[in-house]
């Protein structure tokens, strides 16, 4: 194996098949670790030359569950375009439920992928850190650029993704949380990232308006995030404010319960994605990264981008638990993003009042 500087690799030095597996190494702060690109990266990240002869192709998305609902307009219009193709895409099984009952891709690999499986497939294209490591995610929509990966570019009616409820789901979220006669605000507590996620402080003032307005609020978080765990709602509240981390939905269900929710509050995750994807009105709330390139084609999505704070806002930073922010930078010190942090809750609940139905 050669690295792209023409060496080969020597002993002592650790191959890895995606950037994030050596974080870790990267921001051990003992003066040790270096990350290098091998001689293969530029070909993978190249996008794909779509030939007459059939092709089996297998793409790589370790994607979360926003990602991939994103990847769907790309997987539609090369299934219709390249009927005769044969597209897996290989990524986490948790994340394979956004595409359910949709018809693509054509199969799924599990990962991490065994050499041997490689050997199967005409063509390989990987989609890994696309959007934060690769400059062309800094100024292509994400939608556009996992489609131009497969050599494609898509129409104005091909661009929103497709996100199924199905009857069955409906019923059971119905069942489970029956409405009341009041209007339903979902709220998505936090980001996969700490950098993307609104502060709780500012959050709280919005969530206690549309209390008092005697709205039904439903909580959605992961019960495994540990900044949430100590997440209690006093009695007093609990007729009208429901948390569903403590339910642990998947995410399938997570869906078919905000499907029953009249608007969203979320930060650029996973179910601005699916609200984008169904319809539903959403606010959402950006900070380190552009919301053009993340909600532009979601009629249904409102984005609300902080400025103020840090001077080099937009960072598209999206570290890992343990170095949540860039270091040397306002947000490193205050441990919270401090650009989304200027997002006044004014603004969000004006926003929400005028989206509602």
Known sequence: MTRADGQQ?????????????????????????RLSF?????????????????????????????????????????KGRCPNHTLHV?????????????????????????????????????????????????TIHAIDLKAKMLGLTLADDQRIPRYTVTEAEKLIAKQCY???????????????SHSRTYPAQPLSTVMGHFYSLGWEILLFRNPADPWDRELSIPPVFRDRVIDLGAANLSFRQSCATLATCDILLAPDSSLMHVAGAIGLPCVALFGPTAWELRTAYYPSVHAIQGHEGCTIAPCWYHGP???????????FASGRCEVISSIRPELVIQKLLQLSP
């Open 178 to 192: 029956p409405r009341k006669k009041t209007p339903r605000l979902a709220v998505q507590l936090r980001a996969s």
């Open 90 to 138: 290989a990524c986490r099984p948790t994340t394979r439920a956004v595409l359910d009952g949709l018809g693509v891709p054509d199969g799924w690999v599990d990962y991490p992928i065994p050499m041997s499986l490689l050997s199967q497939y005409d063509t390989l294209v990987s989609f890994e850190n696309l959007n934060e490591s690769d400059p062309r995610g800094r």
């Open 321 to 331: 638990a343990a170095w949540s922010f860039p270091r040397g930078q306002p947000c």
């Open 9 to 33: 690799l020597a002993a002592g030095e650790w191959l890895c098949d995606d950037i994030n597996a050596f974080e870790i190494g990267q921001f051990a702060d003992r003066g040790t670790a």
């Open 38 to 78: 091998y001689n293969y990266r530029p070909s993978f990240m190249a996008g794909l030359g779509l030939t007459a002869e059939p092709q089996k192709i297998l793409c790589l998305h370790l994607a979360g569950y926003g990602d991939m609902l994103m990847f769907e307009p790309a997987l539609r219009a090369f």
